[in-house]
């Protein structure tokens, strides 16, 4: 029988601007995607003060929705509540058949594909990737899979997991020279990575369900980040690098993209008006399916 868990989720934004901003247009990546292991039974956000929020479908497949407000305003809150219904992962294969590596070369150049096999501008190789590939003898194995975990393993062990050491804008030259990041950080790192392998590999914005040390639920929790791969037989895979993990049915999956500036949570332009102090708050919980 499958596993499976149902989770509710409350995500609040509040931008407190210095100043009154006279109007504001945003973007919002907040809608869970519903799809292979994971449905969306419940989608709602709302605004104060109140505006319409237009749905739109993105070109990765992502739920978004774009706000404006066209008065002036001194803060802006984003309220999003979602009821996800999630499977645990399918199970890993020690090892993929003869002919894996063959196979995912055949992907590097087409059309479908070539998002997930090309840089991004958040995942530039460059002498620094360079220089940390040969430091850690990083490289494609005999096996898609192997390599992918091994190298999901280095990154654990070689990066510290560091809030505040990076931001929103940081290119993976930081992490690569302090060892110190987040985990958008580890995710763009090992994306450029497993690229330059020819694996497509994609970027995914979510929430991880969090425990503590004896397995108690942690009430406030974030938003994560973590990679797919497109494997032969197995389809996309998720890897979460700074957690040292396949993806499983502790992660909800938001959208996916190139990299982080496809799927950020919010974002948008202010017309004049001040920067914005920005505090955002996760809460996530286990529903029991005899409540519901």
Same mark, same amino acid.
């Given at each position: 029988?499958?596993?499976? /868990?149902?989770?509710?989720?409350?995500?609040?934004?509040?931008?407190?601007?210095?100043?009154?901003?006279?109007?504001?247009?945003? *973007?919002?990546?907040?809608?869970?995607?519903?799809?292979?292991?994971?449905?969306?039974?419940?989608?709602?956000?709302?605004?104060?003060?109140?505006?319409?929020?237009?749905?739109?479908?993105?070109?990765?497949?992502?739920?978004?929705?774009?706000?404006? /407000?066209?008065?002036?305003?001194?803060?802006?809150?984003?309220?999003?509540?979602?009821?996800?219904?999630?499977?645990?992962?399918?199970?890993?294969?020690?090892?993929?058949?003869?002919?894996?590596?063959?196979?995912?070369?055949? *992907?590097?150049?087409?059309?479908?594909?070539?998002?997930?096999?090309?840089?991004?501008?958040?995942?530039?190789?460059?002498? @620094?990737?360079?220089?940390? /590939?040969?430091?850690?003898?990083?490289?494609?194995?005999?096996?898609?899979?192997?390599?992918?975990?091994?190298?999901?393993?280095?990154?654990?062990?070689?990066?510290?997991?560091?809030?505040?050491?990076?931001?929103?804008?940081?290119?993976?030259?930081?992490?690569?020279?302090?060892?110190?990041?987040?985990?958008?950080?580890?995710?763009?790192?090992?994306? @450029?990575?497993?690229?330059?392998?020819?694996?497509?590999?994609?970027?995914?914005?979510?929430?991880?369900?969090?425990?503590?040390?004896?397995?108690?639920?942690?009430?406030?929790?974030?938003?994560?980040?973590?990679?797919?791969?497109?494997?032969?037989?197995?389809? *996309?895979?998720?890897?979460?690098?700074?957690?040292?993990?396949?993806?499983?049915?502790?992660?909800?999956?938001?959208? /996916?993209?190139?990299?982080?500036?496809?799927?950020?949570?919010?974002?948008?332009?202010?017309?004049?008006?001040?920067?914005?102090?920005?505090?955002?708050?996760?809460?996530?919980?286990?529903?029991?399916?005899?409540?519901?």
């Amino acid at each position: 029988m499958t596993e499976m /868990v149902r989770y509710a989720i409350q995500h609040n934004s509040r931008y407190q601007y210095r100043e009154p901003v006279a109007r504001s247009v945003m *973007w919002i990546c907040l809608e869970p995607r519903s799809d292979f292991d994971q449905n969306v039974r419940r989608f709602e956000a709302n605004t104060e003060p109140s505006v319409y929020l237009s749905p739109e479908t993105d070109p990765f497949g992502n739920n978004k929705h774009f706000i404006t /407000v066209n008065f002036e305003h001194d803060s802006l809150v984003i309220s999003a509540n979602s009821e996800v219904d999630n499977i645990a992962a399918a199970r890993l294969p020690s090892a993929m058949e003869s002919g894996a590596w063959q196979e995912i070369a055949s *992907w590097k150049n087409s059309f479908e594909h070539w998002h997930y096999t090309h840089e991004s501008p958040m995942t530039i190789a460059s002498p @620094a990737l360079d220089d940390f /590939v040969t430091k850690y003898r990083i490289g494609s194995g005999s096996d898609p899979v192997e390599s992918l975990l091994r190298l999901g393993d280095t990154l654990f062990r070689n990066f510290e997991y560091t809030p505040g050491s990076t931001n929103a804008a940081s290119k993976i030259e930081e992490i690569l020279e302090t060892r110190q990041g987040v985990c958008q950080d580890y995710a763009h790192v090992m994306i @450029a990575i497993a690229r330059s392998w020819g694996i497509p590999t994609r970027y995914v914005s979510g929430y991880m369900y969090l425990t503590g040390m004896y397995g108690e639920q942690v009430s406030e929790s974030a938003t994560h980040a973590w990679v797919e791969c497109l494997l032969p037989d197995l389809g *996309w895979f998720g890897f979460d690098p700074t957690n040292t993990t396949i993806a499983d049915e502790r992660h909800v999956r938001i959208a /996916v993209g190139r990299d982080y500036l496809d799927v950020s949570p919010t974002r948008g332009i202010l017309i004049d008006g001040e920067p914005s102090t920005l505090d955002a708050t996760v809460k996530m919980e286990v529903i029991p399916f005899s409540s519901v």
